[in-house]
């Protein structure tokens, strides 16, 4: 029996496609390790997002190769196609296999058509497209919380960004594949439906007879309809085409939860400009102010990226600066890493990594303050929380942990005649905020 290990770089989407890949593996009876170096089998799905990605990959497979010599190695993913990439890791790889052809080649593979032959590149040939892919039902990871893509690709060209290469254009799934998906979902009990895509609001599918959705708000609308106990979560949303409607369906509907991804990126138009973002910050502040009215509960999250090429001290005092005006939940703050293939490759990476790195630093000190700033305003007050796990350690028996709607990890604590079942929602007193969590009891 050929024993499989999957290891899993990148964001959510990369996530939901090894998921996708696990129940390949397991409908062919491959028996999966939770050992990478005692597996026969290593699928490695990559990311490209940063330089820093694709060095841990580097990093990892010539070691898992030199101590089992005969593992098959696949590497899949973002990266997969990229040349340079490839060149650092032949030696040590058996295949390079783009994802959409990865099940067929698993096949073949279970099947033995495919004589494994040491360095030999690119097997499968089959024609292969996300449609396929996504027929594929996922291996959940998660009982109660499941991932669910409603479209791949971008059409963007962000001048930072390899996703427009990484994963090809925008494809958007069939509106009625996705109500299966989640119904099915619902049906067996998951609590926390998280819609994928890498600008949703540009969801579109192929106009056909069944196809009556033109638009996310309109998918989301249609979700929001199934019957059940579920919350809705759904990212990433581009500012420049996130919708007054999209903001007043999550403000009037009680299952899309209170929380919104709307990464910014900067703070400076001229830097906004060069990255190719489309808006101004003008622009973005508007509709912070729309969404803080609309529903003023709302929990924000974002994406930064400092260091830009040419990104002054002026520049970068203009993101700090929007960073303090909003007051953010969260947010994922990144030095800029130059890309093979994007626009920005082409310009000079001029500010240096200690100058990154102190950037990152005082954006993080900003976010410490505005998350725990906006985390004591939930002190006292009484949250809906779903039950995700027991605290593992059996001193804390009584401990378990959770996420409010605004997706915050919140800590319950239950006193000895107390009980909670995993999976279920329930009313929560917020006893402690910290940075980026809170405490309470039931
Ligand atoms: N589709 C999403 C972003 C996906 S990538 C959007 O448009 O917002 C996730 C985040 O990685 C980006 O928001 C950006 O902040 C960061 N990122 C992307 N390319 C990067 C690069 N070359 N260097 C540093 N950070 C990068
Ligand atoms: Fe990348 Fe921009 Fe597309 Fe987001 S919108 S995936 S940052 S190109
Ligand atoms: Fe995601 Fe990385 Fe690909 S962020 S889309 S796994 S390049």
Redesign the pocket.
């Known amino acids: 029996m050929l024993t499989y290990h999957i290891l899993t770089?990148?964001?959510q989407?990369?996530f939901n496609d090894s998921e996708r890949i696990t129940r390949i593996a397991e409908n062919l009876k491959f028996k999966k390790v939770t050992d990478r170096f005692k597996a026969d089998l290593v699928i490695v799905n990559?990311?490209?997002?940063r330089q820093s990605?694709e060095d841990r990959v580097i990093g990892i497979v010539p070691k898992l190769r030199k101590k089992r010599p005969n593992c098959i190695i696949i590497i899949t993913?973002?990266?997969a196609h990229r040349k340079d990439f490839q060149k650092k890791l032949v030696s040590a790889t058996s295949y390079f296999i783009e994802i959409l052809k990865l099940p067929q080649f698993l096949k073949e593979l279970a099947e033995s058509k495919i004589k494994i032959v040491k360095q030999e590149q690119e097997k499968a040939s089959s024609p292969a497209n996300p449609a396929d892919f996504f027929k594929i039902s996922p291996l959940y990871s998660s009982p109660l919380s499941a991932y669910v893509p409603i479209m791949t690709g971008c059409n963007n060209f962000c001048s930072y960004c390899?996703?427009p290469y990484?994963?090809g254009r925008e494809f958007s799934r069939p509106s009625k594949d996705i109500m299966q998906e989640v119904k099915q979902l619902v049906t067996n009990g998951y609590k926390e439906i998280i819609l994928l895509g890498?600008n949703v609001n540009s969801y579109q599918p192929e106009p056909s007879k069944n196809e009556k959705i033109v638009s996310f708000p309109a998918l989301l609308e249609k979700i929001s309809n199934i019957s059940g106990d579920f919350w809705i979560r759904f990212l990433t949303s581009h500012p420049k085409d996130m919708s007054d409607d999209l903001i007043e369906l999550i403000a009037r509907s009680n299952k899309i939860t209170n929380y919104i991804h709307l990464p910014f990126q900067s703070g400076s138009n001229r830097i906004l400009k060069l990255m190719k973002r489309k808006y101004t910050i003008e622009h973005y502040l508007q509709l912070i102010t729309k969404i803080r009215t609309k529903i003023p509960q709302a929990a924000l999250s974002t994406d930064i990226i400092v260091g830009f090429p040419g990104e002054t001290k002026e520049d970068f005092g203009k993101t700090a600066q929007i960073m303090k005006t909003v007051g953010f939940d969260m947010a994922y703050i990144s030095a800029f890493s130059s890309r093979p293939e994007t626009v920005a490759d082409n310009l000079v990476d001029d500010v240096s990594e200690a100058e990154k790195k102190e950037r990152k630093l005082i954006l993080t000190e900003i976010l410490e303050k505005t998350a725990l700033k906006n985390n004591q305003s939930y002190l006292g007050k009484e949250v809906e929380v779903l039950i995700e796990r027991q605290k593992p350690s059996l001193a804390k028996k009584h401990t378990y942990l959770g996420k409010t709607e605004t997706y915050k990890n919140i800590r319950i604590n239950l006193n000895a005649n107390q009980s909670v079942k995993i999976g279920s929602f329930c009313k929560v007193k917020v006893t402690e905020a910290g940075i980026f969590g809170l405490e309470g009891t039931l």
Request: with cysteine.
């Open positions: 770089f990148g964001c989407m990369n990559t990311c490209g997002i990605a993913g973002c990266s390899v996703v990484a994963r890498q």
